[in-house]
Structures are given as structure tokens and as C-alpha cells.
């Protein structure tokens, strides 16, 4: 089956679900190593995988953004 899709088809299919899935799981293996031996070099380069893909990535999987503490930034917006 595999074969049968286009080249282009193909690596779409592997950014956009391989790479995500791939940046969770490190992420858990290095919280994984990171709990069992403490913080080490293995688990830095993992966490360190981990922020390369979130960067890269959109979706459920992606970095979360922290929220504006100011709010609303428009003079003419209605207070909360």
C-alpha cells in the first residue's frame, strides 16, 4: 500500500504524523530516564529532541504558548 502513494504523499505523512509522534516519545523516554537516574546527559538530549520537533510542529503536540497576562490589548475592547 505504501508504494502505491506518491513520493510527495509519503513524506507528507511523515512530517505531519511521524515527526509529532515521534517528539512525544522522546519527551516521555527522557521523562522516563530523567525519573529513574536523575537529570544526565541521555535525558538532555532527548528533552533537547523533544523542543527541537514541538518547534516544528502544529496541532495537539505542538509547544504551548503561555497566555497574555495584559489581556486585551485594544483601548476600545470592553473590560473583563
Do not use: C, Y
Not at 32 to 41: D, H, K, M
Not at 44 to 64: D, E, M, S, Y
Not at 71 to 77: E, I
Amino acid at each position: 500500500m505504501w508504494v502505491f502513494l506518491t513520493r510527495r504523499l509519503r513524506m507528507w505523512a511523515l512530517l505531519a504524523i511521524g515527526a509529532p509522534v515521534l517528539g512525544f516519545l522522546l519527551g516521555k523516554l527522557g521523562d522516563l530516564v530523567e525519573s529513574r537516574r536523575g537529570p544526565n546527559s541521555v535525558s538532555k538530549v532527548l528533552h533537547t529532541g523533544r523542543r527541537f520537533l514541538q518547534k516544528r510542529t502544529r496541532g495537539p503536540f505542538a509547544a504551548r504558548t503561555a497566555a497574555d497576562p495584559a489581556g486585551v490589548r485594544d483601548a476600545g475592547a470592553p473590560a473583563r
